[in-house]
């Protein structure tokens, strides 16, 4: 069962009924990221979910842990290009309190200055743990080749120097603009009564203002850009970026299936030939990235630097049987039912679920149907894959990105 509901000040609410379980996962979903950010604020909405934890008016940053361990809860959060999302997974019978600690947390926190000192330090680390993980930085800097330093380019950590220097006057600032109650969506999945989450989500929720998030249209002005890194390290990453759907186009999921076959699997091209066959790669994948109005279809490999060359003629012969729109009608057929099993999978979990209700609520406003993405899926034909295949690889479009031992970029 599914239970949807706007409270008055315009945040709205969706449960989604599990019944038979004995947990339930609740998150608060805010329709922002490092997207929307501009050059001054970049890295401000990851380190705003940092600093949501270091204390509110009712709670120490220590009381917060201690009080969700206490009750055997999970809490954490994560920020994304266009999505952030604090959440919390507890037994039923504790749901009441961990989404009271949840509400705290989000609504009450309140910056302290030393936490904010502190916490800087904390976020430039991972900063430097990004950078020291070279398949990370590959991927961040594909992104930026892509699309520039700006929109979805953006590296969602933000530079050292903007996260140093971030004010509180920032912080406000920012979330005054995007932390509105039109652009929050409170999730629940798992087995928790419908009045029950209502009742939580008036109790803590219901009082806030109205409040609307300003207009901020994210800028897509595509790069196409080939960018090295060099770094001595033993392996050379290498990935590529290809113009591909948005999240809600006519070909997406002909897309998704088209990747299952080319690299979303063990028995994708790519797995089978670059690291079984050729025995080049322990890592080698493909997946499809989606926003709102654009989107990249993603190839990538870590390989001993000696046969990187060897590596990149694999992944680019893989891609050139693709376009020549060979695919069987087993594989097509795998690659179906690989998808729907990633539906059917996803109705059992309830992390899952709770994600999945709140993204499509927060993205397009409407209710995840589980019947309708079956439909959808089986719905998918051979046309539309080979649709698909002519939309997704224009080389003179593609970008990017190489990090190793190298000191030439890709050759597209």
């Known amino acids: 069962m599914v239970h949807f509901k706007t409270l008055k000040n315009g945040i709205r609410l969706v449960v989604k009924q599990m019944e038979g379980l004995m947990s339930v996962s609740m998150g608060v979903l805010v329709g922002t990221g490092a997207c929307f950010e501009s050059d001054a604020e970049d890295g401000i909405s990851h380190f705003i979910e940092h ?27 994560f920020t994304g290009k266009d999505l952030t999302c604090y959440y919390a997974k507890s037994t039923t019978e504790n749901a009441e309190k961990a989404f009271e600690i949840l509400a705290d947390f989000f609504l009450n926190s309140i910056f302290p200055e030393d936490e904010m000192v ?8 991972e900063i430097s743990m990004n950078e020291d993980t070279p398949d990370d930085l590959c991927l961040d800097m594909l992104s930026e080749a892509y699309y520039g330093n700006e929109g979805y ?21 920012y979330m005054e603009a995007r932390y509105t109650t039109d652009n929050i969506v ?4 798992g087995n928790i009564d419908i009045n029950l989450a209502e009742e939580l989500a008036e109790k803590y929720f219901g009082g806030l203002k109205a409040t609307k998030a300003d207009e901020r249209k994210v800028a897509v002005h595509l790069q196409h850009k080939s960018v090295v890194k060099y770094k001595d390290i033993e392996q050379v990453h290498f990935a590529v970026a290809f113009p591909s759907v948005k999240r809600y186009d006519r070909l997406f999921d002909a ?15 790519l797995f089978q030939t670059v ?51 060979d695919i069987t009608r087993e594989e097509f057929i795998r690659g179906k039912e690989q998808l729907k099993a990633s539906s059917i999978f ?37 046309d539309d894959i080979n649709e698909a295949i002519d939309f997704n690889f224009n080389l003179n479009s593609a970008a990017a990105a190489v990090v190793g031992k190298l000191d030439k970029p890709l050759n597209i």
């Open 275 to 325: 690291r079984e066959k050729l025995g080049l790669a322990y890592t080698v994948y493909s997946y499809t990235t989606a926003y709102a109005d654009s989107g990249m279809l993603i190839v990538y490999a870590g390989v001993n630097a000696e046969n990187y060359q060897k590596s990149v003629d694999a992944v680019r012969k893989c891609i050139e049987d693709i376009k020549k729109k």
């Open 346 to 382: 996803a109705q059992e979990s309830t992390s899952s679920q709770m994600l999945l209700y709140g993204k499509e609520l927060l993205y397009s406003g409407r209710l995840y149907d589980f019947e309708k993405r079956i439909a959808e899926v089986n719905a998918v034909s051979m």
């Open 51 to 77: 600093m949501m934890f270091k204390g509110t008016k009712n709670r120490t940053a220590f009381a917060i842990s201690d009080e969700m361990d206490r009750i055997g809860a999970q809490t954490n959060a």
């Open 255 to 269: 897309t998704v299936l088209m990747n299952s076959v080319l690299g979303g699997s063990m028995s994708s091209r």
């Open 118 to 125: 502190r916490e800087k330090g904390v976020v430039i680390e």
């Open 153 to 173: 380019g953006r590296n969602i950590l933000g530079p050292r120097a903007n996260v140093n220097g971030f004010t509180r006057a920032d912080v406000d600032k």
């Open 186 to 189: 409170i999730s629940m999945a």
